[in-house]
T-cell receptor
Framework: GEDVEQSLFLSVREGDSSVINCTYT??????LYWYKQEPGAGLQLLTY?????DMKQDQRLTVLLNKKDKHLSLRIADTQTGDSAIYFC???????????????FGRGTSLIVHP | EAGVVQSPRYKIIEKKQPVAFWCNPI?????LYWYLQNLGQGPELLIR????????DSQLPKDRFSAERLKGVDSTLKIQPAELGDSAVYLC???????????FGEGSRLTVL
């Protein structure tokens, strides 16, 4: 079955870089995602990476994928207090029925940014 | 463009009572998902719709949970009767078939007393 593992907490100082790590088990995953959830809100997609890519950069966000080790990481440069939230890693194969995606989520990493 | 809209945002009921949650997906999104999120956990899929057809409902406790998506647009998730363990946030999301991006609503937080 699918399983996504993340560390539960990460604390960083404002201005430093944050690195959130994730491991997954399903080698057939097509997409790997990072979602952000702020208190009392739904999840918001931050970025995603295709399984045939090693890296993707989007402004302050860098995603690294190690397919051999099934390891995904999210690096946030110049972390700000507004980045404090829960970050979820998710994986999804492409289904045969209708071609939809069904993300399986980890438990989330709570990022705390302090001044 | 409006996002995914869910209601109610909060609901407090006594056990054994029924409850229903409503979701309006983003216009044009043919795939709709209901996820359950327990405190401190990631979302877990309950049911997925492709247009009006439920194509993945293996995780839906069918003895007490039911869902429908009339005309392939809005969806309703019902629990009857509710149990204490049903206290959680119920998240609705929608997506286009051609992409992997899910758009989530703010969720409906259920407390069963």
């Amino acid at each position: 079955g699918e399983d996504v593992e993340q560390s539960l907490f990460l604390s960083v100082r404002e201005g430093d870089s944050s690195v959130i790590n994730c491991t997954y088990t399903d080698s057939s995953s097509t997409y790997l995602y990072w979602y952000k959830q702020e208190p009392g809100a739904g999840l918001q997609l931050l970025t995603y990476i295709f399984s045939n890519m090693d890296m993707k950069q989007d402004q302050r966000l860098t995603v690294l994928l190690n397919k051999k080790d099934k390891h995904l990481s999210l690096r946030i440069a110049d972390t700000q207090t507004g980045d404090s939230a829960i970050y979820f890693c998710a994986e999804s194969p492409k289904t045969l029925s209708g071609g939809s995606y069904i993300p399986t989520f980890g438990r989330g990493t709570s990022l705390i940014v302090h001044p | 463009e409006a996002g995914v809209v869910q209601s109610p945002r909060y609901k407090i009921i006594e056990k054994k009572q029924p409850v229903a949650f409503w979701c309006n997906p983003i216009s044009g999104h043919n795939t709709l998902y209901w996820y359950l999120q327990n405190l401190g956990q990631g979302p877990e899929l309950l049911i997925r719709y492709e247009n009006e057809e439920a194509v993945d409902d293996s995780q839906l406790p069918k003895d007490r949970f039911s869902a429908e998506r009339l005309k392939g647009v809005d969806s309703t998730l019902k629990i009857q009767p509710a149990e204490l363990g049903d206290s959680a946030v119920y998240l609705c999301a929608s997506s286009l078939v051609s992409t992997g991006e899910l758009f989530f609503g703010e969720g409906s937080r259920l407390t069963v007393l």
